[in-house]
């Protein structure tokens, strides 16, 4: 199976289904909730998930875990392979440097409750108790 790729600056998609198809979001009803929830600026613009998107358009995606800035490339209907999805799009230098300092910072600083799970247990407890003595 080929997929059909246009990256003619005629060509257009509804930006949920080019999310869902550049990988951004695993379905794109998940897309379609990012985009109602203004998560996704389309030129620095709210925009609806029916809105077309074109080669050129420069898209601030946040996922949830991660924030992109993205400049559309290409179009495609359908969803491919990584490899294909990451040809629709080009992320700007701002953008991977940003990301790139969040991961450092993460690495760096992990949340102290990022260990526990749940309830703490007993154990788990006393621990905390001794803390504040």
């Known amino acids: 199976m080929t997929i059909k ?12 289904k080019w999310l869902w198809a550049a990988r951004f979001f695993k379905t794109r009803s998940l897309a379609t909730q990012a985009i109602d929830r203004g998560r996704v600026l389309c030129n620095d613009a ?29 179009i495609a209907e359908v969803r491919g392979p990584a490899s294909v999805a990451q040809s629709l799009y080009e992320e700007t230098q701002a953008s991977v440097r940003a990301r790139a300092e969040e991961s450092e910072r993460r690495r760096l600083f992990q949340e102290p409750a990022a260990q526990m799970h749940g309830r703490p247990t007993k154990r788990d407890r006393r621990r905390l108790g001794g803390l504040g003595e």
Do not use: C, F, Y
């Open 5 to 16: 790729i246009d990256d003619s600056p005629q060509a257009a998609t509804r930006i949920d």
């Open 46 to 74: 709210r925009i609806k998930p029916a809105r077309d998107v074109h080669p050129g358009d420069l898209l601030l995606v946040d996922n949830g875990s991660t924030r992109w800035e993205v400049r559309v490339k290409a």
